[in-house]
């Protein structure tokens, strides 16, 4: 890591003046100045982060407009590395006003993570338990905060969901139990939601934040897809996995060659649905056969959502056969 750790970055997906900034870090989303990682697919913003350690974002439209975001789905992912085993994190989600919905803090020190809610306008303890990795310089860590209903949201750190998923009971043409991600009892609702804000303390540094309904991976494991695609089912909604608390569906992993497991099907046949996904349905896309990354990031040409089997282009344009056969010469 840095000698030096930056101290904030602020980001807006509506702004335009300035910003405090790290040195190389320029937030300011509509100039496109940011450098754009590949380690991740279809999220409204991905970025690198100068190893800082206060980091802000809104979202840039009101969070309980579904016209515009299709549904209440959204992750926020926040990456990092520690250079110690004492730092403290502490992320939350906030109303416009400036009001907490829902916040973790993580105590690497203690091993123990503790998570807050507003409760008749006083924030109070909500949940706590132990940490289930411990933090060691060099580490690299992930934070992801999954909103998928106003009351139900979750925290995930480094594939362990800081909660626990409740038994509902539903009354749709039979009344019958089954299990939701938890019910988050704040007095704010995550359709509220306008900004998630995040610092460290000790020996830790943020160093990357994508946001959307997407699919992210460290950058560290894009030369090898089968690495990238472990990953994502370990923070999945898989049975063996975190089941209900997990991120995504585990049919959403990236797919990797037959016989060549290093490399990214050139064709990805199931990819999360964002905010644009008319019916709701997987998007098929063309992208990199060594990176993963959506071919010539322009999802409206080589992307298709597969709604009653809409998908079927062949890709050819990002096919590599040399990766699976070898050069003929």
Not at 53 to 65: K, L, R, T, V
Not at 113 to 130: H, M, N, Q, R
């Amino acid at each position: 890591s840095p000698d030096v750790l930056c101290t904030k970055a602020v980001v807006s997906t509506q702004s335009t003046g300035s910003i405090p900034r790290c040195t190389m870090f320029l937030p300011i989303l509509g100039l496109l100045a940011i450098v754009q990682p590949v380690a991740a697919i279809l999220c409204d913003t991905d970025q690198e982060l100068d190893y800082v350690q206060e980091f802000s974002f809104n979202i840039g439209h009101d969070a309980d407009d579904l016209d515009y975001w299709r549904t209440y789905h959204n992750s926020f992912f926040l990456y990092g590395e520690h250079s110690g085993n004492d730092a403290v994190i502490n992320a939350g989600y906030y109303t416009k006003d400036g009001d907490l919905i829902y916040s973790i803090k993580l105590d690497c020190a203690a091993n123990s993570w503790t998570s807050y809610i507003t409760k008749e306008d006083a924030v109070e303890e909500y949940l706590s338990g132990e940490l289930e990795t411990s933090c060691q310089d060099g580490d690299i860590f992930d934070l992801i905060f999954k909103v998928e209903q106003p009351r139900f949201m979750n925290w995930i750190y480094d594939a362990q969901a800081l909660g626990d998923p409740e038994t509902q009971t539903t009354k749709f043409r039979n009344t019958k139990e089954r299990q939701r991600i938890q019910y988050v009892k704040s007095q704010y609702k995550a359709h509220l939601g306008w900004e998630f804000k995040a610092t460290i303390s000790g020996s830790a540094a943020f160093t990357r934040f994508a946001f959307g309904k997407c699919t992210t991976w460290p950058d560290s494991l894009t030369s090898n897809c089968t690495d990238v695609a472990n990953y994502i089912l370990e923070r999945s909604k898989g049975a063996a996995r975190l089941y209900v608390s997990g991120n995504i569906l585990q049919t959403l992993t990236m797919k990797c060659v037959d016989g060549k497991p290093q490399y990214y099907q050139w064709l990805q046949t199931a990819l999360h649905p964002d905010k644009e996904s008319k019916n709701g349905a997987p998007y098929c896309c063309c992208v990199n056969m060594e990176t993963g990354a959506l071919y010539e990031d322009d999802k409206d040409k080589w992307c298709t959502e597969d709604y009653l089997n809409a998908c079927t282009q062949l890709c050819l344009e990002t096919y590599q056969s040399e990766l699976i056969y070898g050069d003929s010469e």
